[in-house]
């Protein structure tokens, strides 16, 4: 069974960071899921959202929003160790499975050129929501595996006709009827967000390939795999390490419960 860490992890670590994925790695999980954007110089960074400290990340150079997240700010003060794709295949392409997933259009072809650069030896996935993405991704290099993210069903049969090699389901989706249609089609099934026992559980029986959860540290225990020992780098020489790793983070909401 897959088991990657959710932006490497959320409530232990600032997401989407060094530290959090390395904490993913030492929970014992295979690797992780990432966000990229691309930002208005070309650069693909490692962020969820389309904002990040009051601008958007779309219409800033990379080096500018990486100095203004630098900044300690909010409360309680807290500075963001921002990092790009590059930075990230370099340092876990030999060490980490990878789930990159592109929120926007702009980013196929620099992500399609850094992993030429730096092949993950693991495995890896591009995955996104959207279809306009995963099609020019498959025209930029139609060698690079697929994934289509989804949190709804989608409608008819249209998936079938995607580029793709992994099908991505949220957890209140899935079921063992259609985990069988899915792999029936020749389609691996990576589910997110699982972030209960029970939910680790009921997706396991229902024959999926892998899980995406919040909590790395969950996911591993439950698989009964041990933690190991990594040491949490310093993402960034200028920040003091209990910026960039004690960053509590609200938990997120609670998921539907998973049909049966």
């Known amino acids: 069974m897959l088991l990657l860490g959710h932006r490497g992890c959320r409530g232990e670590f600032t997401e989407n960071t060094f530290a959090a994925f390395e904490h993913a790695l030492a929970s014992g999980c295979d690797g992780f899921e990432l966000d990229v954007r691309r930002v208005a110089d070309g650069v693909p960074v490692v962020w969820h959202d389309a904002w990040l400290r009051g601008r958007f990340v779309s219409r800033e150079p990379y080096a500018g929003l990486r100095e203004r997240c630098l900044r300690p700010s909010g409360r309680p003060q807290l500075a963001i160790a921002l990092c790009d794709l590059e930075s990230v295949l370099e340092r876990y392409a030999h060490r980490a499975w990878l789930d990159i997933e592109i929120k926007r259009r702009g980013a196929e ?72 249609r899915f792999h029936a089609a020749g389609k691996k099934v990576l589910t997110w967000t699982v972030n209960h026992p029970s939910d680790v559980r009921q997706v396991s029986a229902a024959g999926v390939d892998g899980m995406i959860g919040d909590n790395p540290r969950l996911l591993a225990r439950v698989w009964g795999r041990q933690a190991v020992e990594v040491s949490v780098p310093e993402a960034a020489p200028e920040l003091e390490p209990e910026r960039v790793a004690a960053r509590p983070q609200s938990p997120p909401p609670p998921l539907m419960p998973s049909p049966v």
Request: net charge positive; aromatic share 12%.
């Open 109 to 180: 072809e620099k992500v399609a050129e850094l992993l030429r650069r730096y092949p993950p030896t693991r495995g890896y996935v591009v995955s996104s929501f959207r279809p306009r993405v995963l099609r020019e991704m498959h025209r930029v290099d139609p060698s690079v595996p697929l994934g289509f993210v989804f949190d709804r069903m989608p409608y008819g049969e249209g998936w079938r006709d995607l580029p793709i090699d992994y099908v991505m389901p949220h957890v209140r989706l899935v079921t063992a009827a259609r985990v069988e």
